[in-house]
């Protein structure tokens, strides 16, 4: 087939077409390869960076570790005041009942340092915490303990106790100086002088105690104190020779032997707020501290 093409008033044959048009292709390709190149990764738009805070911190979680057994009234108002009060301060933070179930008797230590093993993979520091003492002061702050040992209810503040060394009530410890000083004694059956012992352990470990700053409130309005002495007694019996030993620093029992069994965990939910019911049996060596059942008679006075 034979063409005639007019360009530009050039009658031009099919031959001369196609040379025509391969020379404007090189002329194009090399119009082209004399640009400048971009980098293709100049061309997109570049990503929006965020400046992240050097103060912004992992939100620390809080495991409130509350020994107990048969204080079902003091729970129902307790568990209602600790979620309105520690929601005001943003604290993460969960509720653990650790429930004492067999026949021995009342061993707040042992059940802290259970509270402590059955929490510690999921929490960073635990709250110490009894049941009858609840905060009143929103500046009593239940942070992170980040320099030490924070002890809520100071002597100057608590309604019953005001001696120098008194860490009971509620005592924050992050999880590694807890473990540092290996727990709680277990010696301790019947009321008091366990958190004492406690106060030496944290010493000798080189752990000072810290309080709240700027407590304006006193003795009669930082917490209320819902015991009922009356109503509830204290088990201050002292067995066999119970008050020899417990007088002293043990340096051999703690978080490391404390012996239990779980009887079994609940979800429960306390005006719909929820909480964990920890049921243990501490178990006893009768050998090593008798007066964990303190079956030996009164004596009497002679006469």
């Known amino acids: 087939m034979y063409m005639r093409v007019?360009?530009?008033?050039?009658?031009?044959?099919?031959?001369?077409?196609?040379?025509?048009c391969l020379g404007l292709t090189f002329i194009m390709g090399c119009f082209l390869a004399s640009l400048p190149i971009q980098n293709e990764q100049e061309a997109l738009p570049k990503p929006i960076r965020f400046e992240i805070s050097s103060q912004r911190q992992y939100k620390k979680k809080l495991a409130i570790i509350v020994p107990f057994r048969d204080r079902f009234e003091e729970l129902l108002e307790f568990v209602p005041h600790m979620y309105k009060f520690l929601n005001k301060q943003n604290i993460f933070f969960n509720i653990f009942i650790i429930q004492q179930k067999d026949n021995n008797r009342f061993n707040r230590?042992?059940?802290?340092?259970?509270?402590?093993?059955?929490?510690?993979?999921?929490?960073?520091?635990?709250?110490m915490h009894d049941v009858d003492l609840l905060?009143?002061?929103?500046?009593?702050?239940?942070?992170?303990?980040?320099?030490?040992?924070?002890?809520?209810?100071?002597?100057?503040?608590?309604?019953?106790?005001?001696?120098?060394?008194?860490?009971g009530g509620i005592l924050l410890i992050k999880k590694e100086h807890f473990e540092m000083v290996k727990g709680m004694s277990n010696n301790y059956w019947g009321w008091g002088l366990e958190d004492d012992e406690f106060y030496v352990r944290l010493?000798?470990?080189g752990l000072s105690v810290n309080r709240p700053d700027n407590i304006n409130t006193g003795i009669d309005s930082t917490f209320k104190h819902i015991h009922d002495?009356?109503?509830?007694?204290?088990?201050?019996?002292?067995?066999?020779?119970?008050?020899?030993?417990?007088?002293?620093?043990?340096?051999?029992?703690?978080?490391?032997?404390?012996?239990?069994?779980?009887?079994?965990?609940?979800?429960?939910?306390?005006?719909?707020?929820?909480?964990?019911?920890?049921?243990?049996?501490?178990?006893?060596?009768k050998t090593k501290t008798p007066w964990c059942q303190c079956n030996e008679p009164v004596k009497t006075k002679k006469t």
Do not use: W
């Open 135 to 167: 905060p009143l002061n929103d500046n009593l702050k239940y942070t992170y303990p980040q320099s030490g040992p924070l002890h809520i209810s100071s002597p100057q503040t608590h309604p019953k106790y005001h001696y120098d060394t008194f860490i």
């Open 109 to 127: 230590a042992s059940l802290i340092n259970v509270g402590f093993l059955y929490t510690r993979d999921d929490y960073d520091y635990i709250a």
């Open 229 to 285: 002495k009356t109503y509830r007694k204290r088990d201050m019996r002292k067995c066999y020779n119970q008050r020899e030993v417990t007088r002293r620093r043990d340096r051999v029992t703690g978080l490391h032997d404390v012996a239990y069994e779980l009887a079994g965990t609940h979800n429960v939910t306390i005006d719909t707020l929820p909480i964990t019911v920890v049921n243990v049996r501490l178990i006893c060596d």
């Open 6 to 20: 007019n360009v530009m008033g050039y009658r031009l044959t099919g031959s001369k077409c196609l040379t025509l």
């Open 203 to 205: 010493k000798d470990a």
